[in-house]
């Protein structure tokens, strides 16, 4: 069963760094792009970027670019997400998603991660 | 980047009626490469259609896509109780892959 599993709920203060996990099992790794997507009440649904595990190649969201760094752990089958400084606008629950091969859309969903800053 | 506009905002129906979901775009969406998603509370996102109007693995196909260049539609042609969640749309054509700003499909 392909599945991506994502850390648990954290809380931080502004200014603090942090780096969320999603492991994935049960197909290729390398072969799939990993996307990610941020959900907010007034935002709604916010695609911030995607990497490739293959070869770390990354297309990242102008809206998030230099807010968030993408990486991978191939020999962990994880990727990540992480912030540097953390501020309370990056409060929301993160998802991981594969992208569905060749171009597709995102077509397995992680298990969300929610993240609350506040001092 | 492009922009999606999804409505209704919410649409109130009852089971066994039909649901039409309408997304538009700012710009053409490349090669329709259009999905639907499907949310309900405490839960992830889930694939219903890829490409306008190809059904996810599983999917019934009471759920269809159609659509072309900015304007899409999602129906369902005879509600389930377990339908009654949110819909979001997204487009996957150009990056950065933007989502609309979801329709809540909600019991009358």
């Known amino acids: 069963e392909v599945q991506l599993v994502q850390s648990e709920a954290e809380v931080k203060k502004p200014g603090e760094s942090l780096k969320i996990a999603c492991k994935a099992s049960?197909?290729?790794?390398?072969?799939?792009?990993i996307g990610w997507v941020r959900q907010t009440p007034g935002k709604g649904l916010e695609w911030m970027g995607m990497i490739y595990p293959g070869d770390s190649d990354i297309r990242d969201s102008p809206s998030f670019q230099g807010q968030v760094t993408l990486s991978v752990d191939k020999a962990n089958n994880t990727a990540y997400v992480q912030w540097s400084s953390l501020k309370a606008s990056d409060s929301g629950i993160y998802y991981c998603?594969?992208?569905?091969?060749?171009?597709?859309?995102?077509?397995?969903w992680g298990t969300g991660s929610r993240v609350t800053v506040s001092s | 980047e492009i922009v999606l506009t999804q409505s209704p905002g919410t649409l109130s129906l009852s089971p066994g009626e039909r649901a039409t979901l309408s997304c538009r775009a700012s710009?053409?969406?490349?090669?329709?490469?259009l999905g639907w998603y499907q949310q309900k509370p405490g839960q992830a996102p889930r694939l219903l259609i890829s490409?306008?109007?190809k059904r996810a693995t599983g999917i019934p196909d009471r759920f269809s896509g159609s659509g072309s260049g900015t304007d899409f539609t999602l129906t369902i042609s005879r509600l389930d109780p377990e339908d009654f969640a949110v819909y979001y749309c997204q487009q996957y054509g150009t990056s950065p892959y933007t989502f609309g700003q979801g329709t809540k499909l909600e019991i009358k």
């Open positions: 998603a594969r992208r569905a091969y060749g171009s597709g859309p995102m077509d397995v």
């Open positions: 049960g197909y290729s790794f390398t072969s799939y792009w």
């Open positions: 490409g306008t109007s």
């Open positions: 710009q053409s969406v490349t090669s329709n490469y």
